[in-house]
């Protein structure tokens, strides 16, 4: 097993089905949630060198998850593609990335209405309050094992039932593709993202949406960079 990202050649045209492995027909970007500390809550140790950020031990413990979702509605954007724009341009410098991300606008907008115990979700890797949701997908359909392949070149396997806190932080650790021994079922991650891409040999919406896990869903023409197209809501 290797690492794979579907970016491609033009990942603002080209459809994302198409850049699946042999015998993949389904596809989803995975938002990664918002995350809240206890209020007054913390800590002398940082994930981040020149800001203050919890680490990952400390999102583990005491963190929970805040959907999309729920800050679109308190900020006012009006779509769950505006959400994403304003994400982005907030992480990235609205001047910097790709012009559909370049609206400053937006991410003042979602950021204004931020509290200080809100922190964005981290780029580059999966989030750690996901993984254990992501483990479930992964074991559905009786799979045993997940595989992993990260960018740096590492790869290996763990058995499901014994990762525990310190592996699911090596796997929220760096740009990585995981599995299940099966290979039914594909998550995998991309620097400069906050969300990942799942692929699957069959429609997983259902399963997505049981495993609380938001996002949206391509169609046959959606690329990458989704916003400015057609795309179903995993809700």
């Known amino acids: ?5 579907p970016i491609g050649n033009d990942p603002e045209n080209e459809p994302l089905l ?11 970007k995975i938002f990664y949630p918002f995350i809240m500390m206890p209020k007054l809550w913390h800590s002398s140790n940082s994930e981040i060198p020149h800001k203050y950020y919890p680490v990952k031990e400390d999102i583990l413990k005491f963190g929970k998850p805040l959907t999309w979702e729920e800050l679109r509605k308190s900020s ?16 990235t410098g609205a001047e910097y990335c790709r012009k ?11 950021e204004n209405h931020l509290v200080e115990n809100i922190y964005f979700p981290l780029e580059d890797q999966f989030s750690v309050l996901l993984m254990r949701d992501m483990l479930s997908v992964l074991a559905s359909n009786g799979a045993k094992r997940i595989k992993f392949a990260t960018i740096s070149g590492e790869q290996g396997t763990y058995k499901i039932s014994d990762i525990n806190a310190e592996m699911i932080i090596k796997l929220c650790s760096e740009p990585i593709t995981i599995c299940d021994e099966n290979k039914d079922f594909i998550f995998t991650c991309n620097f400069d993202e906050v969300a990942a891409v799942f692929s699957a040999k069959k429609d997983c919406r259902e399963l997505l949406t049981r495993n609380h896990l938001e996002g949206i869903i391509f169609d046959e023409k959606t690329p990458l960079v989704w916003e400015n197209y057609n ?3 995993l809700k």
């Open 231 to 233: 795309y179903f809501l």
């Open 76 to 91: 006012g954007l009006r779509n769950i593609a505006e959400m994403s724009i304003a994400v982005t341009a907030a992480l």
């Open 1 to 5: 097993m290797e690492y794979f990202y």
């Open 100 to 110: 559909v991300y370049r609206r400053p606008d937006l991410s003042n907008k979602l």
């Open 18 to 28: 198409e850049l699946l492995p042999n015998g993949y027909m389904f596809a989803s």
